[in-house]
C-alpha cells in the first residue's frame, strides 16, 4: 500500500512537471499578484496625514497641481499644531503630506542649519577657557583645493570668528560661512554626530558654491584659534575623514548640462549632501523646545546658544548691520530666504509675525524649514516644505521653475496654515516672550 501510494505521488510530480513545461502560459495568473505587493510597500513609505490633504483640498487653484503632481515634484509638506499645558509645557502634533524619507531632495542651504548647531556643540565640548564663538578663527590651506582665511573685512575688527561665520549662514545665507564651519568640524564629525543625534540618513559630504572632487572634500582645512596676543589657544591640524558611508543611488532629472554638453541622463546626486525632512524639522524644533526632544539627542548646547541661533535665524537682512546686509537691499531685501509665507515677496513685512526657518535652493529644489509666530494674535506653528519645481527635468540648464511653482506654493502653504491657525481653538494662550528678542545691534 506505501508502494502504491509513493508510486502516486511520484506520478503526479511527473503530471505537474510535464504540464508546467508544456504549458508555461498556465501559471501566469499568478504572476500580478506581483504588483499590488511593490505598490503596498511604495505607499507604506510615504506618510500623509488625511486632515492636512483634506486642508490643501479647499485651496484648489493654490494646491491644486500640487496634489495632482506630488510625487513628479516630491511635494513633502510637515505641519505642527503647538498647544501649551497650564504650566507652559508644549504639546506637539505634526501632520503629514507625501513624506518619504526614501525619495531624495538635495537639501542646499539648509545645511547650515545643523552646522551651525553643531559648531556651538564643538566649542562647548572643547571646553577651553578663552575659546568662545567670538575667539579670532584662523583657516589655514594645506593642499591646492583649500582656501586660507586670515580677515574678515564684514566685521569692525577684520577678525573671522565662529560668531560671524554663524550670522552670515543663517542670516545671509553665505556659502562660504557654512564651508569654514565644515572645515572647522570636519567631514567625520559632522556625520557621526548628526547620526547619534537620531539623524540616521544623514550625508553632509561636500562644501557648498564651489566643485570639489569627493576625495578632496573628505580633506578639511587646518583651524587655529587666536587669542588677543596672536597666541595659539587651540588648533586643529589637516583632517582626512577616512570613513565610507553607505552608498547610495540617488538621481534627479531625465538629463543635465555639464561643461558646455548635454548628458541625455539623469545627475547622479549620490556623493551629494543628503538629510530627510523630518531631520530637519526635528533639528529645528529641538531648537525652540530643547525638552521634547530626548536627552541622548539633543545638541550639546546652553540656553545662551539657542537664543544666539533662534535671534539669528528669525533676523531680517535688513536688521544687520554686522554682518551688512541692511546696506544691500537689491540682494538681501528684508523677506529674502523666507519662502514660506513670504514666497518671492518683496512687499513690507508683517511687523507682528516673526518666521525662524533656514531655506534651501539649488538644482530645482526648494526646501524651508520654519517655525512662524505672531506674538500679537498668540499664534506659534512648526512648517517644513520641499518642493522639487523643474518641469522639463533638465538640471543645469537654469529653467527652473522656482517663481511660477515652487515660490507661489511656498507662500500660500503658509499663508493657508497660518489662517488655520488664526481660527484654532487653544485652551491656553502661549508665552512667547522668550523669543522675542531686541534686534537692534
Known sequence: ????????????????????????????????????????????????????????????????????????????????????????????????????????????????????????????????????????????AADESQTAVYNDPTVKNGKPSIDNYIKKMLIGSDNDAGNRMYEFLGQEYINTQLQKKGCTDVQILHRLGIWLTPEENRVTNPIQFLMYDNSIIWQKPLQTNSVQYKPRKDTLGKGYWSNGKFIDKPLNFSTKNKINLEDLHGLLSQLVFPAKTASSQRMLLSDADRMFLLKNLSMYPSESSAPPYKDDTIHFWPTVNKFIFYGAEKAPLTENIRIFNKAGEAYGQLTDVAYIVDFEKKIEFFVSATIYCNQDEILNDDQYDYKNIGLPFMKNLGRVLYTHEKSRQRNITPDLSSVQFNYAR
Open 1 to 140: 500500500m506505501l508502494l502504491k501510494l509513493r508510486k502516486y505521488r511520484f506520478i503526479c510530480s511527473l503530471t505537474i512537471v510535464f504540464f508546467s513545461c508544456a504549458a508555461p502560459k498556465q501559471i501566469t495568473v499568478n504572476q500580478p499578484v506581483l504588483a499590488p505587493v511593490v505598490q503596498k510597500v511604495e505607499e507604506d513609505l510615504s506618510k500623509t496625514t488625511i486632515f492636512l490633504e483634506e486642508l490643501l483640498n479647499q485651496y484648489p487653484d493654490y494646491f491644486g497641481n500640487i496634489l495632482k503632481n506630488r510625487n513628479n515634484w516630491n511635494v513633502q509638506i510637515i505641519y505642527t499644531q503647538i498647544d501649551r499645558g497650564a504650566n507652559g509645557i508644549p504639546a506637539l502634533k505634526n501632520f503629514y503630506f507625501n513624506v518619504n524619507p526614501d525619495r531624495y531632495f538635495y537639501p542646499a542651504s539648509t545645511i547650515k542649519l545643523p552646522l551651525s548647531m553643531l559648531s556651538l556643540q564643538k566649542l562647548n565640548e572643547l571646553n577651553i577657557t578663552g575659546l568662545d564663538k567670538n575667539t579670532t578663527m584662523i583657516t589655514g
